[in-house]
């Protein structure tokens, strides 16, 4: 069955320091791939997508994300974290040759130590 | 960047009425729409896709016959939740397809219904 994982489903961090979020999907081919995030109460806003190319992605407010296609991950990254990153973050991926529906992961939820 | 609003952000009714939530693409034209539901601490939950001047697709498990969607224009979708009970006090999300190979829905900010 096709899938969206995301493991974790707290991270707690302290400011200053790294993060990295998994996302691991299970579908026949490689899908479009993308990243969210959602502060309380409020819509989507995307991070970063992957199509095709270069597998490393920068996105936005300093996040990237690494496409491994041997491992079926897309795992998003942010060498230090700042209190503003606290937040819900969401993968999601989009079947090529499915029509355009996104099927989204659990969520994680970030908390930011001060 | 492309903009989708959402009205109202949030509404408390009474169980039995119903609920209207609009779904505009501010600044582009969206053929395709999409409804999601999000419960508290939770993921979102596809419930529909509305297509302009074409009935909605229901994703399994969703009541067509209480959650009505229109796509009248290429700018507007609407979700109508009839005769609304507490079970379905939610975080409601819409997003817009933009046109073209972007692949990237745009999304609403979201509106909270409560049902009383």
């Known amino acids: 069955a096709q899938s969206v994982t995301q493991p974790d489903i707290h991270i707690t961090v302290s400011e200053g320091a790294s993060l990295e979020l998994r996302c691991n999907y299970s579908?026949?081919?490689?899908?479009?791939l993308f990243w969210y995030v959602q502060s309380p109460g409020q819509g989507l806003q995307l991070l970063l997508k992957y199509f095709s190319g270069d597998t490393l992605v920068q996105g936005i407010k300093g996040f990237e994300a690494e496409f491994k296609r041997s491992q079926s991950s897309f795992n998003l990254r942010k060498p230090s974290v700042h209190w503003s990153d606290a937040a819900e973050y969401f993968c999601?991926?989009?079947?090529?040759?499915?029509?355009?529906?996104?099927?989204f992961g659990g969520g994680t939820r970030v908390l930011v130590k001060p | 960047g492309a903009v989708v609003s959402q009205h109202p952000s949030w509404v408390i009714c009474k169980s039995g009425t119903s609920v209207k939530i609009e779904c505009r693409s501010l600044d582009f034209q969206a053929t395709t729409m999409f409804w999601y539901r999000q419960f508290p601490k939770q993921s979102l939950m596809l419930m529909a896709t509305?297509?302009?001047?074409?009935?909605?697709?229901?994703e399994q498990g969703v009541e067509k016959d209480k959650f009505l969607i229109n796509h009248a224009s290429l700018t507007l979708s609407t979700l109508t939740v009839t005769s609304a009970h507490p079970e379905d006090s939610s975080f409601y999300i819409c997003?817009?397809?933009?046109?073209?190979?972007?692949?990237?829905?745009?999304f609403g900010p979201g509106t909270r219904l409560t049902v009383t």
């Open positions: 509305s297509n302009e001047g074409s009935k909605a697709t229901y």
């Open positions: 999601a991926v989009r079947p090529k040759a499915a029509g355009n529906k996104l099927t």
């Open positions: 579908y026949g081919a490689t899908p479009y």
């Open positions: 997003s817009a397809d933009r046109q073209g190979p972007s692949g990237e829905q745009y």
